[in-house]
T-cell receptor
Framework: GQNIDQPTEMTATEGAIVQINCTYQ??????LFWYQQHAGEAPTFLSY????GLEEKGRFSSFLSRSKGYSYLLLKELQMKDSASYLC???FGTGFQKLVFGTGTRLLVSP | EPEVTQTPSHQVTQMGQEVILRCVPI?????FYWYRQILGQKVEFLVS????????KSEIFDDQFSVERPDGSNFTLKIRSTKLEDSAMYFC??????????????FGSGTQLSVL
Protein backbone atom coordinates (compact mmCIF):
# COMPACT_ATOMS: atom_id res chain seq x y z
CA GLY A 1 0.00 0.00 0.00
CA GLN A 2 0.92 3.65 -0.20
CA ASN A 3 -0.38 4.88 3.14
CA ILE A 4 1.31 7.96 4.47
CA ASP A 5 0.39 8.95 8.00
CA GLN A 6 0.89 12.27 9.76
CA PRO A 7 -0.77 13.82 12.79
CA THR A 8 -3.68 16.00 11.78
CA GLU A 9 -2.86 19.01 13.89
CA MET A 10 -0.19 20.25 16.29
CA THR A 11 0.19 23.38 18.36
CA ALA A 12 3.32 25.08 19.65
CA THR A 13 4.43 28.44 20.96
CA GLU A 14 6.66 31.01 19.35
CA GLY A 15 10.36 30.28 19.87
CA ALA A 16 9.78 26.60 20.62
CA ILE A 17 10.84 23.48 18.72
CA VAL A 18 8.33 21.14 17.11
CA GLN A 19 8.75 17.75 15.46
CA ILE A 20 6.24 16.56 12.88
CA ASN A 21 6.33 12.85 12.21
CA CYS A 22 5.50 10.95 9.06
CA THR A 23 5.29 7.20 8.56
CA TYR A 24 4.82 5.40 5.33
CA GLN A 25 3.94 1.79 4.61
CA UNK A 26 5.08 0.89 1.18
CA UNK A 27 7.60 -0.82 -0.99
CA UNK A 28 9.37 0.90 -3.85
CA UNK A 29 10.33 3.87 -1.72
CA UNK A 30 12.54 6.25 -3.63
CA UNK A 31 12.62 9.47 -1.66
CA LEU A 32 10.63 11.70 0.64
CA PHE A 33 9.76 15.37 0.48
CA TRP A 34 8.44 17.85 2.98
CA TYR A 35 6.40 20.75 1.70
CA GLN A 36 4.90 23.75 3.48
CA GLN A 37 1.46 24.94 2.48
CA HIS A 38 -0.22 28.07 3.75
CA ALA A 39 -4.00 28.12 3.48
CA GLY A 40 -5.16 28.71 -0.08
CA GLU A 41 -1.65 28.67 -1.47
CA ALA A 42 0.58 26.25 -3.34
CA PRO A 43 2.88 23.82 -1.55
CA THR A 44 6.45 25.08 -1.34
CA PHE A 45 9.48 22.82 -1.11
CA LEU A 46 11.22 22.45 2.23
CA SER A 47 13.39 19.35 2.06
CA TYR A 48 14.20 16.11 0.29
CA UNK A 49 15.57 12.92 1.85
CA UNK A 50 16.58 9.83 -0.04
CA UNK A 51 19.26 8.43 2.29
CA UNK A 52 19.03 7.75 6.01
CA GLY A 53 19.99 10.58 8.28
CA LEU A 54 19.40 14.20 9.01
CA GLU A 55 19.30 17.01 6.47
CA GLU A 56 19.62 20.45 8.02
CA LYS A 57 18.61 23.67 6.35
CA GLY A 58 18.51 26.68 8.60
CA ARG A 59 15.67 26.43 11.12
CA PHE A 60 14.28 23.34 9.40
CA SER A 61 15.71 19.83 9.50
CA SER A 62 14.37 16.58 8.10
CA PHE A 63 15.24 13.06 9.15
CA LEU A 64 14.71 9.76 7.36
CA SER A 65 14.91 6.14 8.42
CA ARG A 66 14.17 3.93 5.45
CA SER A 67 14.19 0.70 7.44
CA LYS A 68 11.53 2.07 9.78
CA GLY A 69 9.49 3.85 7.11
CA TYR A 70 9.75 7.00 9.19
CA SER A 71 10.60 10.63 8.71
CA TYR A 72 10.28 13.76 10.76
CA LEU A 73 10.45 17.47 10.11
CA LEU A 74 11.99 19.52 12.90
CA LEU A 75 11.22 23.21 13.12
CA LYS A 76 13.32 25.31 15.51
CA GLU A 77 12.84 28.83 16.84
CA LEU A 78 9.24 28.81 15.74
CA GLN A 79 7.80 32.00 14.31
CA MET A 80 4.17 32.97 13.83
CA LYS A 81 4.63 32.72 10.07
CA ASP A 82 5.39 29.01 10.47
CA SER A 83 1.69 28.44 11.07
CA ALA A 84 0.82 26.33 8.02
CA SER A 85 0.21 22.78 6.89
CA TYR A 86 3.26 20.56 6.49
CA LEU A 87 2.94 17.88 3.85
CA CYS A 88 4.93 14.69 3.76
CA UNK A 89 5.17 13.25 0.24
CA UNK A 90 6.80 10.06 -0.98
CA UNK A 91 8.17 9.06 -4.37
CA PHE A 92 7.44 5.50 -5.35
CA GLY A 93 8.93 3.24 -7.95
CA THR A 94 11.73 3.93 -10.35
CA GLY A 95 10.26 7.01 -11.89
CA PHE A 96 10.51 10.39 -10.25
CA GLN A 97 7.20 11.35 -11.66
CA LYS A 98 4.57 10.92 -8.99
CA LEU A 99 4.43 12.16 -5.46
CA VAL A 100 1.97 10.62 -3.03
CA PHE A 101 1.06 13.12 -0.35
CA GLY A 102 -0.02 12.55 3.19
CA THR A 103 -2.99 14.47 4.51
CA GLY A 104 -0.71 17.09 6.02
CA THR A 105 -0.18 18.33 9.55
CA ARG A 106 -1.67 21.70 10.40
CA LEU A 107 0.69 23.54 12.74
CA LEU A 108 -0.64 26.40 14.83
CA VAL A 109 1.99 28.66 16.39
CA SER A 110 0.77 30.87 19.20
CA PRO A 111 2.48 33.84 20.87
CA GLU B 1 13.54 32.59 -8.47
CA PRO B 2 11.75 31.22 -11.57
CA GLU B 3 8.16 30.21 -11.00
CA VAL B 4 5.30 28.22 -12.45
CA THR B 5 2.40 30.44 -13.42
CA GLN B 6 -1.23 29.39 -13.67
CA THR B 7 -4.27 31.09 -15.11
CA PRO B 8 -6.96 31.81 -14.19
CA SER B 9 -6.63 31.93 -10.42
CA HIS B 10 -10.36 31.25 -10.09
CA GLN B 11 -12.74 29.58 -12.52
CA VAL B 12 -16.46 29.17 -12.03
CA THR B 13 -18.35 26.95 -14.42
CA GLN B 14 -21.66 25.17 -14.81
CA MET B 15 -21.87 21.41 -14.50
CA GLY B 16 -21.37 19.77 -17.89
CA GLN B 17 -19.30 22.60 -19.31
CA GLU B 18 -15.75 22.26 -20.55
CA VAL B 19 -12.92 24.10 -18.82
CA ILE B 20 -9.27 24.58 -19.72
CA LEU B 21 -6.77 25.34 -17.01
CA ARG B 22 -3.54 26.88 -18.18
CA CYS B 23 -0.01 26.66 -16.88
CA VAL B 24 3.38 27.98 -17.91
CA PRO B 25 6.04 25.71 -16.39
CA ILE B 26 9.57 26.84 -15.63
CA UNK B 27 11.31 27.20 -18.97
CA UNK B 28 14.11 24.65 -18.68
CA UNK B 29 12.06 21.99 -16.92
CA UNK B 30 11.34 18.68 -18.57
CA UNK B 31 8.52 17.11 -16.54
CA PHE B 32 5.09 18.62 -16.03
CA TYR B 33 2.35 17.61 -13.65
CA TRP B 34 -1.17 18.30 -12.57
CA TYR B 35 -2.28 17.76 -9.00
CA ARG B 36 -5.54 18.67 -7.33
CA GLN B 37 -6.64 19.36 -3.78
CA ILE B 38 -10.27 19.20 -2.76
CA LEU B 39 -10.96 21.59 0.10
CA GLY B 40 -9.71 20.15 3.37
CA GLN B 41 -8.25 17.07 1.74
CA LYS B 42 -4.81 15.98 0.64
CA VAL B 43 -3.02 16.89 -2.54
CA GLU B 44 -3.66 14.20 -5.15
CA PHE B 45 -1.62 13.32 -8.22
CA LEU B 46 -3.49 13.49 -11.53
CA VAL B 47 -0.98 13.14 -14.35
CA SER B 48 2.63 13.56 -15.36
CA UNK B 49 3.80 14.56 -18.83
CA UNK B 50 7.19 14.20 -20.48
CA UNK B 51 8.45 14.40 -24.03
CA UNK B 52 5.03 15.38 -25.31
CA UNK B 53 3.16 12.45 -23.87
CA UNK B 54 1.58 11.27 -20.65
CA UNK B 55 4.08 9.28 -18.61
CA UNK B 56 1.78 8.36 -15.73
CA LYS B 57 -1.76 9.05 -14.65
CA SER B 58 -3.91 8.28 -11.64
CA GLU B 59 -7.32 6.67 -11.40
CA ILE B 60 -8.80 10.14 -11.08
CA PHE B 61 -7.55 11.06 -14.53
CA ASP B 62 -10.32 9.42 -16.53
CA ASP B 63 -11.52 10.03 -20.07
CA GLN B 64 -12.98 13.42 -19.26
CA PHE B 65 -9.49 14.76 -18.56
CA SER B 66 -6.80 15.53 -21.11
CA VAL B 67 -3.52 17.41 -21.13
CA GLU B 68 -1.70 19.15 -23.89
CA ARG B 69 1.44 21.14 -24.50
CA PRO B 70 0.24 23.17 -27.47
CA ASP B 71 3.45 25.16 -27.85
CA GLY B 72 6.87 25.45 -26.25
CA SER B 73 5.68 27.17 -23.12
CA ASN B 74 2.09 26.29 -22.16
CA PHE B 75 0.75 23.17 -20.50
CA THR B 76 -3.01 22.77 -20.24
CA LEU B 77 -5.50 20.58 -18.43
CA LYS B 78 -8.89 20.17 -20.05
CA ILE B 79 -11.95 18.82 -18.29
CA ARG B 80 -14.53 18.02 -20.96
CA SER B 81 -17.75 17.79 -18.99
CA THR B 82 -17.32 19.08 -15.49
CA LYS B 83 -19.00 17.46 -12.51
CA LEU B 84 -19.70 18.90 -9.09
CA GLU B 85 -16.99 16.70 -7.60
CA ASP B 86 -14.40 18.29 -9.88
CA SER B 87 -14.52 21.38 -7.69
CA ALA B 88 -11.01 21.68 -6.26
CA MET B 89 -7.79 23.62 -6.39
CA TYR B 90 -5.76 22.44 -9.36
CA PHE B 91 -2.01 22.79 -9.12
CA CYS B 92 0.37 22.63 -12.03
CA UNK B 93 3.97 21.67 -11.26
CA UNK B 94 7.21 21.17 -13.12
CA UNK B 95 10.57 19.60 -12.35
CA UNK B 96 14.02 19.46 -13.86
CA UNK B 97 14.54 15.74 -13.43
CA UNK B 98 17.51 14.52 -15.34
CA UNK B 99 19.82 17.44 -14.69
CA UNK B 100 21.29 15.99 -11.50
CA UNK B 101 19.44 18.47 -9.32
CA UNK B 102 17.11 17.22 -6.63
CA UNK B 103 13.89 16.34 -8.36
CA UNK B 104 11.74 18.66 -6.40
CA UNK B 105 8.52 19.91 -7.83
CA UNK B 106 7.87 23.58 -8.25
CA PHE B 107 4.16 24.25 -7.86
CA GLY B 108 2.13 27.02 -9.38
CA SER B 109 -0.23 29.05 -7.21
CA GLY B 110 -3.21 27.03 -8.40
CA THR B 111 -6.56 27.49 -10.10
CA GLN B 112 -9.58 27.24 -7.85
CA LEU B 113 -12.27 25.53 -9.91
CA SER B 114 -15.86 25.80 -8.72
CA VAL B 115 -18.47 23.72 -10.53
CA LEU B 116 -22.04 24.84 -9.89
Amino acid sequence: GQNIDQPTEMTATEGAIVQINCTYQTSGFNGLFWYQQHAGEAPTFLSYNVLDGLEEKGRFSSFLSRSKGYSYLLLKELQMKDSASYLCAVIFGTGFQKLVFGTGTRLLVSP
Amino acid sequence: EPEVTQTPSHQVTQMGQEVILRCVPISNHLYFYWYRQILGQKVEFLVSFYNNEISEKSEIFDDQFSVERPDGSNFTLKIRSTKLEDSAMYFCASSDYGTGVTEKLFFGSGTQLSVL
